[in-house]
């Protein structure tokens, strides 16, 4: 037989690839096909991998490369450029895992990765009493745990992560330069001789002296005390969900007499016995995005009703990381509220610093860690419509992933600011809308700063140079104004003003994949909206 004729391929991947263990994934996919080579991280332009084997070997290799790919991953585009070769010297002696190159060109954005839940895997290794990650908060891998949240910048490499300030002990930095190792090339791995740590404080800032900060506030939590929790994005409020004093406690020194808390359960079996779960309600709620799902409370009410008052529904959430997994565990409890920790109008805190100073009135203890949190990042909020997630807010676990729209932006990005309540910002560049986390109502300085950054912070992300026009709401007096005419001084661009009613419709145009150039009629019935005549509109039907 006349030997397999070997065939050199350079595949370049672009999409969601950054920060799940992709690398490590086609390293595995080569190895296991005896194909020599390299991948390497471009940054903006995705990956490129170099294939030098038999010819058979390497299209084996691009069918694995679709249909193994990891769960989270999203392919934009997959090019292979076959080439010839002659000189078996050319042939590298293995396959490699090389630098990222961060000068490489951007052909298509790459996709930037959102925070995703602790697997199962590390779970079990958590729950393991031999495993050296035994009930160490801060486990993740390859595959799971914080990304955007502590992201710096592109490429998705630990010297551009807030885990930067953690080296690797000898045992992490073998498991992350072992190919075969769940670890490698995982950017946090850590264990509890080299990573974050967490502590327990008084609001008087005196450490409590526990040999276990977690498995000390839970204990508190379950007696009723009201805890402050540093976790991923930010900080929550944390009390049990089924005592009506503990709760009615929160809601006085938390000045929210009416609005729902979330709340988290440690696993959906637990979720069923408070609130009807159904199959894609409980897939959502499993989710690696972890969002908080509004279920259908069931009668009667086995928790507080002061959790959500007056309302049928509750929100609750199953945890995504160590810290809530284990403090869950330890609390022994069926459910814990666990509200966002931000005063009314300002941003959620994320700094051990400001939690002592504007939390010391509201909690009794302060449970912290020391790895920094760069992007505060809420909670996403979802409910299931006909079958399907419908959002009440998209954040955690979703952004900075893009929307696909129905239309594309030529000539420049365009860049939206919201308006002044529930506000988001956006980036449009092509048929992309990038959007920012959740940033809340807009309506003091350190909410106007919050939304200037995440904008900034994601348009860094993005290598943004050319924008076109920046959006705004018609209001005059709204703050977020300022944010886009700071904006489109900055980037020479012109300032859109936008009807907040027509905003509501074109959203729902665009989220229903309605064609640019089809008119619909959309009703808006969202209480008072700034003319163009200079009038307050209430509710409309627009032709748009």
């Known amino acids: 037989m006349p030997p397999e004729r070997l065939r050199k391929a350079v595949v370049h991947v672009a999409g969601l690839i950054q920060g799940i263990g992709f690398r490590p994934f086609i390293y595995r996919l080569a190895v296991r096909r ?55 010297g ?33 779970l079990a290794e958590i729950y393991d009493p031999r495993d050296r990650h035994y009930m160490y908060p801060f486990t993740c891998c390859a595959a799971c745990g914080p990304r955007f949240t502590i992201m710096t910048d592109l490429p998705y490499d630990r010297e551009r992560t807030t885990m930067d300030e953690f080296p690797m002990c000898e045992h992490c930095a073998r498991e992350f330069n072992d190919p075969l190792d769940r670890r490698f090339n995982a950017q946090t791995i850590c264990c509890p001789l080299c990573g974050p740590r967490m502590a327990l404080y008084t609001p008087d800032r005196e450490l409590v002296d526990c040999e276990d900060p977690l498995a000390e506030a839970a ?38 007499p009416g609005k729902p808390f979330a709340i988290m359960s440690l696993r959906a079996e637990d979720v069923e016995r408070y609130a009807h779960l159904s199959e894609a309600e409980r897939e959502l709620l499993e989710s690696p995005a972890r969002p908080i799902v509004v279920l259908r409370k069931r009668e009667p009410f ?76 809420d909670d996403s909020v979802a409910r299931v419509v006909d079958g399907r997630p419908a959002f009440l807010r998209r954040s ?66 993005l290598r943004l140079r050319d924008v076109r026009a920046v959006a705004c709401d018609l209001h005059p007096a709204f703050l977020t104004r300022q944010v886009a005419l700071a904006w489109a001084e900055r980037f020479g661009a012109e300032l859109v003003e936008v009807q907040h009613h027509h905003a509501h419709v074109a959203a729902l145009m665009a989220e229903a994949g309605v064609p640019p150039d089809e008119q619909i009629v959309g009703v808006a019935c969202d209480g008072v909206g700034y003319g163009p005549d200079g009038t307050a509109w209430g509710g409309e039907a627009l032709l748009a």
Request: charged share 25%; hydrophobic share 45%.
């Open 219 to 256: 204990r508190l939590l379950r007696e009723g005390f009201i805890v402050a929790v540093k976790g991923i994005g930010g900080f929550h409020l944390a009390v049990r969900a089924d005592w009506d004093e503990a709760v009615a406690r929160l809601r006085e020194r938390r000045r929210k």
């Open 302 to 377: 086995p928790l507080s009703e002061l959790v959500a008052p007056g309302l049928h529904t509750v929100g609750v959430m199953l945890p995504y990381s160590g810290i809530h997994h284990l403090l869950l565990h330890h609390a022994r409890v069926l459910a814990l509220v666990m509200t966002s920790a931000n005063m009314p109008g300002e941003p959620m805190i994320t700094n051990n610093e400001r939690a002592f100073r504007e939390l010391g009135r509201v909690v009794d203890y302060l449970l912290v860690h020391n790895r920094r949190i760069w992007a505060r990042c």
């Open 90 to 122: 050319q042939v590298p002696p293995d396959f490699q895992i090389v630098p990222s190159d961060v000068r490489g060109k951007a052909r298509e954005f790459s996709i930037i990765p959102p925070d995703i839940a602790v697997c199962k895997e590390c």
């Open 396 to 461: 955690r676990g979703y952004v900075p992933m893009p929307v696909e729209l129905p239309f594309e932006a030529s000539g420049g990005a365009v860049v939206a600011v919201g308006p002044e309540l529930m506000v988001t910002g956006a980036i449009l560049r092509g048929r992309r809308c990038y959007l920012t986390q959740h940033v809340g109502d807009v309506e003091g300085p350190d909410a106007v700063e919050f939304l200037d950054s995440a904008l900034s912070h994601l348009a860094h992300l």
């Open 34 to 88: 005896g194909l020599k080579g390299s991948v390497c991280n471009l940054g903006d332009a995705g990956v490129r991998i170099e294939l030098y084997g038999p010819e058979e070997a390497i299209k084996d290799f691009l069918k694995a490369l679709v249909a193994e790919k990891p769960p989270i991953a999203q392919y934009t585009r997959v090019d292979v450029d076959w080439q010839e070769f002659h000189d078996p």
